[in-house]
């Protein structure tokens, strides 16, 4: 008897079937009992912005009450980096920017970045909640430079641990 090399589909899930406009966007979903975690309960995943008309944030107590997901980017022309942008890489990864500050403004991104080195690691991440994973794709693909294959994506549903606004610099 021959024992089968494919991944136990309870264990990992991996969507690499296109679903996304951009051909590279993957997303991975990961059985998180393996690793001590539990996912959110779907009764839990809610989008609720507490507003206060001077700050506009979202209310630091309803974090943990949200469902959370993070998008990992990276460059489809490594180049881009290293030998600098086009015109047109420039325009949308404005774009980009500008999109990601107004759902920072709403209370959507909770935080994003970049690394710094130009090499092919580099990658940027955006963290931000979302009241589904169809809403968290949807995000995702209606970022600029995701919608223009300026950068690819790959989702995954995430939970903070620790938080610590004032450690920010």
Not at 34 to 62: F, N, V, W, Y
Not at 65 to 83: A, C, K, S, W
């Amino acid at each position: 008897m021959t024992e089968s090399t494919s991944v136990d589909p309870a264990r990992s899930r991996a969507i690499s079937e296109p679903t996304f406009p951009h051909p590279t966007t993957r997303i991975f979903v990961t059985n998180l009992s393996e690793i001590g975690a539990m996912p959110i309960p779907q009764d839990k995943i809610l989008h609720r912005a507490t507003r206060s008309p001077r700050t506009h944030r979202i209310d630091r107590r309803l974090l943990q009450e949200l469902g959370q997901f993070l998008y990992r980017i990276q460059p489809v022309r490594h180049d881009m980096l290293t030998n600098g942008s086009t015109e047109f890489e420039s325009r949308i990864v404005s774009e980009h920017f500008n999109y990601l500050k107004q759902l920072t403004s709403d209370g959507v991104v909770i935080l994003a970045g970049r690394t710094q080195n130009t090499d092919n690691s580099s990658f940027g991440i955006v963290l931000f909640n979302a009241e589904t994973v169809e809403a968290a794709r949807e995000i995702m693909s209606n970022d600029p430079a995701v919608k223009n294959k300026v950068f690819r994506a790959e989702l995954f549903p995430y939970k903070m641990a620790l938080f610590g606004p004032d450690n920010a610099k």
